[in-house]
C-alpha cells in the first residue's frame, strides 16, 4: 500500500506546476464539461435520428394491425338468408365478438353456460364460415346434447351436434375429410368437426327445403327422407313435434337477451342527434354542417356501431 502511495506521489510531482495549474483552472473544467455536453447531444442526436426513421414504419404497421383487428373484431352474417325467428342478424357486427359471446353465454342457466362456453367461439366461427343463423345452431346443439361433448345415444349419435357415424361419414365426403370407415367413428367425437358437420348439414337441409328452418330442423332430427315423405303424403310437419317445440324453446331463451339489449340500445339513439336518412340508408347527425361534410365524404352508414361505441363510453349526445 505504501509502495502505491509513493507511486501516485511521484507521478502527481512529475507534472510541472504550471501544467498541474492550468489542468486545476476553472477554465479547464469548464472545457471539460463543453465537450461532455456535446458528446451527450450527438449520442442523443443519434438515438433520434434512429427513432424518426424508424417511427413511419412502425406507425404504418399499427395502423394495420389496427384497421386489420377492427375487420375481424365482429361477426358477419351478411349473406345468411333467413334465420329461424326473424331475427336481424347484421344487428349482430354492432357488437365485438367478445361481447356478443358474452350477451349469449348470459342467456344460458346454471352448468350448461360453463358447457357452452368452451365451444362457443368455435361454434360462432363455423356459423359465419357458413352463413348459418348462430341462435339456431346453438339451439340445436342444447337440444341435441346440452352442450356435452361426450353424449351418445342409443343409435350411436355422438358429439354435441349428435351426428351419427353413416351420417358423418357422407358429410365428410362432402367436406372433403374422405377416411376409413373404421375411423370415422373416431372423426365425430372431435369437438371442432362435430360442430362443423353439425352446421355444415343444418346449411345443407337449409337449402333442400329452401330457406324454411322449420321443416330443416325436423329433418336434422328425422332426417330428410320422413319429412319429404310426409309431405308427400300432405302429412302435417313439425306439428305436436317435441324436438322442433325444445328447440323453439332454447331459440327463444338464448336469443332474449340480444333482443332486449337490441331493442335498448335503439331507444338511447332515437334520444341522439343521428337520425336515419331514408334515400339511401345513411345515418347522419341533425347538424346540416356536418350532414353537408358526410354527404361529401359518403361515409356509409358510420352510425349504428359508431353510435352505440360512443353510447357505451360517453353519455353526451352525438
Same mark, same amino acid.
Given at each position: 500500500?505504501?509502495?502505491?502511495?509513493?507511486?501516485?506521489?511521484?507521478?502527481?510531482?512529475?507534472?510541472?506546476?504550471?501544467?498541474?495549474?492550468?489542468?486545476?483552472?476553472?477554465?479547464?473544467?469548464?472545457?471539460?464539461?463543453?465537450?461532455?455536453?456535446?458528446?451527450?447531444?450527438?449520442?442523443?442526436?443519434?438515438?433520434?435520428?434512429?427513432?424518426?426513421?424508424?417511427?413511419?414504419?412502425?406507425?404504418?404497421?399499427?395502423?394495420?394491425?389496427?384497421?386489420?383487428?377492427?375487420?375481424?373484431?365482429?361477426?358477419?352474417?351478411?349473406?345468411?338468408?333467413?334465420?329461424?325467428?326473424?331475427?336481424?342478424?347484421?344487428?349482430?357486427?354492432?357488437?365485438?365478438?367478445?361481447?356478443?359471446?358474452?350477451? *349469449?353465454?348470459?342467456?344460458?342457466?346454471? !352448468? &350448461?353456460?360453463? +358447457?357452452?362456453?368452451?365451444? #362457443? /367461439?368455435? %361454434?360462432?366461427?363455423?356459423?359465419?364460415?357458413?352463413?348459418?343463423?348462430?341462435?339456431?345452431?346453438?339451439?340445436?346443439?342444447?337440444?341435441?346434447?346440452?352442450?356435452?361433448?361426450?353424449?351418445?345415444?342409443?343409435?350411436?349419435?355422438?358429439?354435441?351436434?349428435?351426428?351419427?357415424?353413416?351420417?358423418?361419414?357422407?358429410?365428410?365426403?362432402?367436406?372433403?375429410?374422405?377416411?376409413?370407415?373404421?375411423?370415422?367413428?373416431?372423426?365425430?367425437?372431435?369437438?371442432?368437426?362435430?360442430?362443423?358437420?353439425?352446421?355444415?348439414?343444418?346449411?345443407?337441409?337449409?337449402?333442400?327445403?329452401?330457406?324454411?328452418?322449420?321443416?330443416?330442423?325436423?329433418?336434422?332430427?328425422?332426417?330428410?327422407?320422413?319429412?319429404?315423405?310426409?309431405?308427400?303424403?300432405?302429412?302435417?310437419?313439425?306439428?305436436?313435434?317435441?324436438?322442433?317445440?325444445?328447440?323453439?324453446?332454447?331459440?327463444? *331463451?338464448?336469443?332474449?337477451?340480444?333482443? !332486449? &339489449?337490441?331493442? +335498448?340500445?335503439?331507444?338511447? #339513439? /332515437?334520444? %341522439?342527434?343521428?337520425?336515419?336518412?331514408?334515400?339511401?340508408?345513411?345515418?347522419?347527425?341533425?347538424?346540416?354542417?356536418?350532414?353537408?361534410?358526410?354527404?361529401?365524404?359518403?361515409?356509409?352508414?358510420?352510425?349504428?356501431?359508431?353510435?352505440?361505441?360512443?353510447?357505451?363510453?360517453?353519455?353526451?349526445?352525438?
Amino acid at each position: 500500500m505504501k509502495n502505491l502511495v509513493l507511486k501516485g506521489r511521484l507521478g502527481l510531482s512529475s507534472i510541472p506546476s504550471s501544467m498541474l495549474k492550468l489542468l486545476q483552472s476553472s477554465e479547464a473544467r469548464a472545457a471539460v464539461r463543453y465537450f461532455n455536453t456535446i458528446a451527450i447531444f450527438m449520442v442523443v442526436g443519434l438515438i433520434f435520428s434512429n427513432e424518426l426513421s424508424s417511427r413511419p414504419k412502425r406507425e404504418l404497421l399499427k395502423a394495420q394491425s389496427i384497421v386489420k383487428s377492427a375487420e375481424l373484431d365482429y361477426y358477419q352474417f351478411n349473406s345468411a338468408a333467413s334465420t329461424f325467428k326473424n331475427i336481424n342478424l347484421k344487428e349482430i357486427q354492432n357488437y365485438s365478438k367478445a361481447e356478443f359471446r358474452a350477451v *349469449l353465454l348470459a342467456s344460458v342457466p346454471g !352448468k &350448461l353456460k360453463y +358447457r357452452l362456453g368452451r365451444y #362457443l /367461439k368455435m %361454434t360462432m366461427e363455423l356459423s359465419e364460415k357458413y352463413q348459418v343463423d348462430p341462435f339456431w345452431v346453438i339451439s340445436v346443439m342444447w337440444t341435441e346434447s346440452h352442450f356435452n361433448f361426450k353424449a351418445t345415444s342409443s343409435v350411436s349419435a355422438t358429439g354435441l351436434m349428435q351426428i351419427m357415424p353413416a351420417t358423418g361419414e357422407f358429410l365428410m365426403k362432402l367436406l372433403e375429410h374422405p377416411d376409413a370407415q373404421e375411423l370415422v367413428y373416431e372423426k365425430i367425437r372431435d369437438p371442432k368437426l362435430n360442430i362443423e358437420m353439425g352446421v355444415f348439414y343444418l346449411k345443407r337441409l337449409l337449402r333442400i327445403f329452401k330457406g324454411n328452418h322449420k321443416l330443416a330442423t325436423v329433418a336434422y332430427n328425422m332426417g330428410p327422407g320422413g319429412v319429404f315423405r310426409r309431405l308427400r303424403l300432405k302429412l302435417p310437419v313439425g306439428v305436436r313435434n317435441l324436438y322442433l317445440d325444445k328447440v323453439r324453446r332454447h331459440y327463444s *331463451l338464448i336469443s332474449k337477451n340480444f333482443i !332486449k &339489449l337490441n331493442k +335498448r340500445i335503439n331507444a338511447e #339513439l /332515437k334520444n %341522439t342527434l343521428v337520425i336515419k336518412f331514408p334515400n339511401n340508408g345513411y345515418l347522419y347527425t341533425q347538424y346540416n354542417e356536418l350532414d353537408e361534410v358526410f354527404q361529401f365524404l359518403e361515409t356509409p352508414r358510420f352510425g349504428a356501431r359508431l353510435a352505440n361505441n360512443f353510447l357505451r363510453n360517453s353519455n353526451k349526445s352525438l
